[in-house]
């Protein structure tokens, strides 16, 4: 069973480190390498992984620096995408073992177009494609792919804990209530994020479980969720509807 922490960068992204009980650990998305680096002396670590979701800056800016202090640091991250720091490029579908316990690759497309997510020892590192009561913009890939990644994360254990990369928590709850101002569980959720965030705590890590009663990215089969985005869609398939909830949420 792994130990997961989590070290603040930039203003809101969360950079996890997992950590084994003898003092060696991997961190996912490194955007930042101070406060790794910062971390790891603090507590007499030894890096011995770096797992990648997505290209974007604010999740690999690090990584070179991180590999410079620890050269043998194997990186793990997706294939396709342009990531020169690689040492070990992934595909959807392989599984990678890290201090025993095996994590599979999943293809999470629609963030960006390679975009990938870990999951293993009951844990999911899903990068910028799901938060918690949202989920990532849609920038490479196709509203489909998006719609299609969070579906396989949905499907996913319900007690499946799962390290978002982003402290969105509660500007997503707005919007969620926004399109489900009836749902009794967000409200709830709400005073919950309210108190975390009042203690500068985070809201994660979050569950499958909870997001399928919170999340309106992952609620597009439920009639409230259909009836609030009923003015921006004549169509009513979960495709349609995530379509009209994403585009709402860019301009909300
Ligand atoms: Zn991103």
């Known amino acids: 069973m792994l130990n997961i922490k989590s070290i603040p960068a930039f203003n809101d992204n969360y950079i996890w480190l997992i950590e084994n009980s003898d003092q060696r650990c991997a961190v996912v998305d490194p955007g930042d390498a101070a406060p790794v680096l910062a971390y790891l002396e603090r507590h007499q670590l030894s890096l011995e992984a770096i797992l990648i979701t997505h290209h974007h800056n604010d999740h690999i800016g690090g990584v070179s620096e991180l590999v410079r202090q620890f050269p043998n640091v194997d990186v793990v991250g997706p294939a396709n995408e342009p ?6 490029a992934v595909d959807p579908g392989e599984q990678i073992e890290l201090f025993d316990e095996v994590f599979l690759v999943l ?4 963030h960006t177009a390679g975009h990938i997510g870990y999951v293993g020892d009951g844990k999911l590192f899903c990068g910028d494609v799901l938060f918690s009561a949202g989920c990532g913009r849609v920038f490479e890939g196709t ?7 969070l579906s396989k994360l949905a499907a996913l254990p319900q007690e499946t804990e799962v390290f978002c990369a982003h402290e969105y928590t509660a500007s997503n709850v707005a919007f969620a209530l926004a399109v489900e101002p009836d749902n009794a569980q967000l409200h709830k959720y709400r005073d ?8 500068n705590q985070p809201t994660l890590p979050t569950t499958i479980g909870r997001e399928k009663w919170i999340n309106p990215f992952l ?3 439920q009639p409230s969720v259909m009836r609030s985005v009923a003015n921006r869609t004549s169509q009513t398939d979960p495709l349609a509807i995530f379509t009209a909830l994403r585009e709402w949420k860019n301009e909300f």
């Open 192 to 199: 919950e994020v309210n108190r975390l965030r009042a203690q």
């Open 107 to 110: 293809g999470l497309e629609g």
């Open 143 to 149: 509203m489909e792919q998006m719609y299609t990644s």
């Open 219 to 221: 609620r597009t089969d």
């Open 83 to 88: 990531i020169p720091t690689l040492t070990h």
